[in-house]
């Protein structure tokens, strides 16, 4: 335990259990509405991710973060479907990422190149983020909670650390990279966000 790459690791996974178990209880509220195909998305391509990283027989702690990310976004996505209530749109974005994940998938049972399908699974997740950014940027008032976010860039964050230790790997380096720039960039567009929308709605007024 005196590791300090098992206990960033240990860290990371509270942080993002927390976020995901957070943006639940906010969602269960009715305070927001996600995007079911969303977190669908997520689910799959962080699953393809974590399948084709162990597959490829590294350890599971230098990559904390897919190793709790896809457990949290199973478990929100299935939450999510169980309460009803989400948003039914799917956005064409989502669709060419669904779409590319099921050749990713082929590509990886024919070919059995692990690293290629993880690092084509992180691709996806990065395209997977622009609904949402784009939906912050374009209509502030439809903001995503800021506490879960947060949670979720801080886990990134420290899953730098067991990612970049001696033994850890270029896919777990990757993924902790890749992670925490695309939820810090959330965030802080997400800020954006509830600046613009009192000033929006004065505006209405």
Request: some cysteine; hydrophobic content about 50%; charged content about 15%.
């Amino acid at each position: 335990m005196s590791d300090p790459k098992n206990l960033f690791a240990i860290l990371t996974a509270l942080l993002m259990t927390g976020g995901t178990i957070w943006y639940c209880y906010i969602f269960a509220k009715g305070e927001v509405k996600p995007s079911l195909a969303s977190w669908f998305l997520f689910s799959v391509a962080t699953g393809l991710a974590f399948s084709a990283y162990t597959a490829g027989k590294h350890d599971f702690v230098s990559n904390a973060a897919n190793t709790s990310d896809s457990l949290s976004c199973v478990l929100a996505f299935l939450f999510i479907w169980h309460r009803g209530n989400w948003h039914r749109g799917v956005s064409q974005t989502s669709k060419y990422c669904l779409w590319t994940s099921g050749f990713v998938v082929a590509f990886w049972l024919i070919t059995r190149s692990h690293d290629f399908t993880n690092l084509a699974a992180q691709t996806i997740l990065v395209v997977a983020y622009i609904p949402t950014i784009e939906k912050l940027w374009k209509n502030p008032e439809s903001r995503e909670p800021a506490g879960p976010w947060i949670a979720f860039c801080l886990a990134s964050c420290l899953s730098l650390i067991p990612a970049f230790s001696l033994e850890s790997n270029v896919l777990a380096k990757t993924y902790a990279v890749r992670a925490a720039i695309c939820t810090g960039f959330l965030v802080l567009v997400n800020l954006r966000a509830a600046k613009l929308a009192p000033a929006q709605k004065e505006t209405v007024r």
